[in-house]
T-cell receptor
Framework: EPEVTQTPSHQVTQMGQEVILRCVPISNHLYFYWYRQILGQKVEFLVS????????KSEIFDDQFSVERPDGSNFTLKIRSTKLEDSAMYFCASSRTGANSPLHFGNGTRLTVT | GESVGLHLPTLSVQEGDNSIINCAYS??????FIWYKQESGKGPQFIID?????DKRQGQRVTVLLNKTVKHLSLQIAATQPGDSAVYFC????????????FGQGTRLTINP
């Protein structure tokens, strides 16, 4: 069964550094998402992406964050000048259509900011 | 504030028994709901979904019930197995024009042998 893959599985970075989290969505999916889960808390929406542009973003997704689909298969989340509170699991997801279509999640990247 | 919440943070059932996990949502305009299972170290795994024009949907060993009157969602798992042990999240789509899911806090289901 096709799946969303994410790399790396764990990223440790120092405060103030930039990180890029990578995702390969399911190949015939058109909508892409990033969610995050701070330890012990709920999964939170960050951003959705369709047709090479952001379609929705949450208040969490400020100028520190950016997303890109640099080629036909990868979808990346860049976090500039990381802060301690950015430490979380970051999940990439994709869906075949934009509404009423289940999101399929990857296994996440655990980001630790020290 | 919290848009989606779980009534019980933990639930233990005997292997082979049926389990019911409940979820309350607060946005009456939500039109699509999904149940996810999350095992340790993994991402949320899709279990079953339901649209707001339905009140029941069945899958393999799972049934989702939607009560829009009281804004309540439940997941029934029949004949539970050890592999069903996980955290279960309900999620609602609060934006009909997009796929912006709001997740509940999660219920940890433990299947006892």
């Amino acid at each position: 069964e096709p799946e969303v893959t994410q790399t790396p599985s764990h990223q440790v970075t120092q405060m103030g550094q930039e990180v890029i989290l990578r995702c390969v969505p399911i190949s015939n999916h058109l909508y892409f998402y990033w969610y995050r889960q701070i330890l012990g808390q709920k999964v939170e929406f960050l951003v959705s992406f369709y047709n090479n542009e952001i379609s929705e973003k949450s208040e969490i997704f400020d100028d520190q964050f950016s997303v890109e689909r640099p080629d036909g298969s990868n979808f990346t989340l860049k976090i500039r000048s990381t802060k301690l509170e950015d430490s979380a699991m970051y999940f990439c997801a994709s869906s075949r259509t934009g509404a009423n279509s289940p999101l399929h999640f990857g296994n996440g990247t655990r980001l630790t900011v020290t | 504030g919290e848009s989606v919440g779980l009534h019980l943070p933990t639930l233990s059932v005997q292997e082979g028994d049926n389990s019911i996990i409940n979820c309350a949502y607060s946005n009456s305009a939500s039109d699509y709901f999904i149940w996810y299972k999350q095992e340790s170290g993994k991402g949320p795994q899709f279990i079953i979904d339901i649209r707001s024009n339905m009140d029941k949907r069945q899958g393999q060993r799972v049934t989702v019930l939607l009560n829009k009157t009281v804004k309540h969602l439940s997941l029934q798992i029949a004949a539970t197995q050890p592999g069903d042990s996980a955290v279960y999240f309900c999620a609602e789509n609060i934006d009909q024009g997009a796929q912006k899911l709001v997740f509940g806090q999660g219920t940890r289901l433990t299947i006892n042998p």
